[in-house]
């Protein structure tokens, strides 16, 4: 028998992160709604930006000089407390890896982001999942589980796949219960469609807290997915620690230029936003029509609804239906959720789509 090399035990246990689809069973493409992608797609000024990015034959600015700059303008953060990374998802996995290992525990809510158990896992941590209460994140639940071996929590909000959110002083309340060397994330990807005087508090907390990390991205407001690009902000001691085994050139050329055009138009990070509450208000209300055949929205604060089928359409039916009429959703039975249906906030023409075929589907069930 040959040898073969063998992967550490951890890392033979991670199931690969599962993305969104955008076709078919049989490969046909469809609309997608399965990934939380901006349906309005991307600034113009940071299209023309890419565009005349520097030459490729050039390495990029290890350090992201002009975007750090840029963001640290915008949020009122110190540009030295600011790292960023090859998508936030590259991030999160920097972080446990800096705080936790082999025999640590990392927290995190039943119905949170994916991610969080290929970041703990793949540091050789042990992930800890706390329970909802009712789909949302539950405060105390968390705490109750944070144990001496608690190394990191990881919290999203607004959470992906629930489109739940903690307001200030559940996040206050949950920074203050934990022990200063545990180190707690706050995973912001959707925060830009939150409305500004929902603000959480996390950003303010990143500056004053020696034990909070607040990770952003590019990729869900700013529609700009395809070009990898997240960043975190916190103590200079984390932001120091991560710096040192981050990747050396994390950003393109094309995405350095393209994200700092992008930070620099606000008007299309605003328009996205309105866009998505008043079309997530619409399906919301319009869903409130088929609560009589057992479909349930969880309240969200995200650009997209989770939709729960407790009637006698199941979501399995459901989104086989939708793709049948050329629409691809999310269906989570590997994340729980065989129930639910995570569907992206669209154009209003798309909206008004899903909501005629769901109606469609629940009367013939
Ligand atoms: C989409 C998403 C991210 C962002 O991932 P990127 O790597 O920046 O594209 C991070 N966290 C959550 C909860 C998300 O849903």
């Not at 955008?22 to 049989?26: E, M």
């Given at each position: 028998m040959t040898k073969l090399p063998a992967p550490k035990p951890w890392i033979a246990e991670i199931h690969a992160y599962v993305p969104g689809k955008?076709?078919?069973?049989?490969g046909r493409p469809l609309i997608k709604?399965?990934?939380?992608?901006?349906?309005?797609?991307?600034?113009p000024a940071a299209l023309l930006a890419r565009d005349h990015a520097?030459?490729?034959?050039l390495y990029p600015d290890p350090d992201s000089h002009a975007l750090r700059k840029a963001l640290g303008a915008l949020h009122g953060i110190d540009p030295a407390r600011i790292v960023c990374g090859t998508g936030s998802g590259e991030l999160l996995a920097i972080a446990a890896g800096c705080y936790a290992g082999p025999g640590d525990e990392v927290l995190y809510v039943r119905y949170g982001f994916s991610l969080y158990d290929i970041a703990a896992r793949r540091c050789g941590a042990t992930p800890v999942i706390a329970p909802d209460d009712d789909y949302g994140t539950d405060v105390d639940a968390l705490l109750a589980l944070v144990s001496e071996r608690t190394r990191v929590v990881f919290i999203a909000n607004p959470n992906n796949p629930t489109g739940s959110y903690l307001p200030q002083g559940e996040i206050a309340r949950l920074h203050a219960a934990l022990p200063g060397d545990v180190l707690l994330v706050i995973d912001q990807?959707?925060?830009?469609?939150?409305?500004?005087?929902?603000?959480?508090g996390a950003l303010a907390l990143a500056e004053t807290a020696g034990n909070v990390l607040v990770t952003r991205t590019f990729s869900k407001a700013y529609g700009l997915a395809g070009d990898r690009v997240g960043w975190a902000t916190g103590a200079a001691e984390l932001i120091g620690t991560m710096n040192r085994i981050r990747g050396p050139f994390p950003l393109s050329n094309s995405a350095q230029a393209a994200t700092l055009a992008a930070v620099e138009h606000q008007e299309f990070v605003d328009h996205s936003r309105r866009h998505n509450a008043a079309e997530r208000a619409r399906f919301v209300t319009a869903l409130g029509g088929l609560a009589n055949h057992g479909l349930r929205p969880v309240p969200s604060e995200a650009n997209f609804v989770l939709v729960l089928f407790?009637?006698?359409?199941?979501a399995e039916t459901a989104y086989n239906g939708l793709a049948a009429q050329g629409y691809i959703v999310r269906w989570l039975p590997g994340q729980g959720l065989p129930h639910g249906l995570r569907i992206t906030i669209g154009t209003a023409e798309q909206m008004n789509d899903i909501v005629r075929i769901l109606r469609d589907l629940a009367k013939a069930a």
């Open positions: 955008s076709a078919g069973a049989d709604l399965s990934a939380n992608e901006n349906p309005l797609g991307t600034s520097v030459k490729p034959s990807a959707y925060a830009e469609y939150v409305a500004p005087e929902d603000d959480d407790e009637g006698k359409l199941t």
